[in-house]
């Protein structure tokens, strides 16, 4: 159990979920409620971690003046691993994203063109989440992809389906679900579909997948 603060607040306990747990871990989406853990980086500390990270990974220019920063932790992630989240934002990069920060260390940038929706899910059944983004890619003729980071393993994921059909994250009854729409300029031509994201084997690693919910040919 892991004590923090909370919406200003005394300290709140929330308890772990491990393997000894019958139950599964939600699937969450990041809209709110946002803590700042008195164990975490604070926005100064992150601020310079973020700028070493996008220096170290070649970004140019002012970064320190166009940065911007805002924490979007919350108590059930924190709680999970204590992993902290953060909206990074630089306009003239092309970079708009989330931190994730786990033990004072900005362990990577999930970014989009622009980041549309952030998410928290366990996929893999380890009853630690992950992050998953949806960002918008492209210029001209713009898609829409899947991010997402494995804080254990340290492993990342890119779904996408450009040119093809768009993936869009939503939540339903604590399973983190995709709507599936293909491409096309005649809206009587488009086709959807509903489906799960997983996490399966492929070639001997990790990948993202998504489970149909009906028929796909």
């Known amino acids: 159990m892991i004590s923090l603060y909370a919406n200003n607040e005394d300290y709140i306990v929330i308890e772990h979920f491990d393997k000894t747990s019958n139950n599964k871990l939600p699937a969450l989406k990041i809209n709110g409620n946002y803590i700042s853990p ?17 220096q170290h990974d070649g970004i140019k220019g002012n970064i320190s003046s166009s940065l911007k920063i805002k924490e979007i932790t919350t108590k059930e992630i924190w709680a999970n691993n204590q992993v902290q989240l953060f909206k990074v934002v630089l306009e003239y990069a092309q970079i708009d994203g989330v931190a994730v920060v786990k033990n004072h260390k900005v362990q990577i940038i ?13 996929l893999d059944n380890d009853y630690f ?3 998953y983004t ?5 210029s001209g003729i713009i898609s829409e992809d899947i991010l997402g980071y494995n804080v254990v393993s340290g492993k990342s994921y890119h779904l996408s389906k450009r040119f093809k059909e768009n993936l869009h994250l939503y939540i339903d009854k604590g399973i983190l679900k995709v709507n599936i729409k293909s491409y096309s300029n ?13 996490v399966k084997e492929h070639n001997h690693k990790n990948e993202l997948f998504i489970k149909y919910d009906n028929a796909h040919n």
């Open 129 to 131: 989440y992950e992050i």
């Open 38 to 54: 008195k164990d975490g980086v604070d926005n100064l500390e992150l601020r310079n971690l973020v700028i070493k990270k996008l």
């Open 110 to 122: 999930l970014s989009g063109m622009p980041t549309e929706a952030i998410f928290i899910a366990d």
């Open 134 to 138: 949806n960002i918008f890619m492209g």
């Open 186 to 198: 005649n809206k009587n031509t488009q086709s959807e579909n509903i489906g799960s994201l997983t």
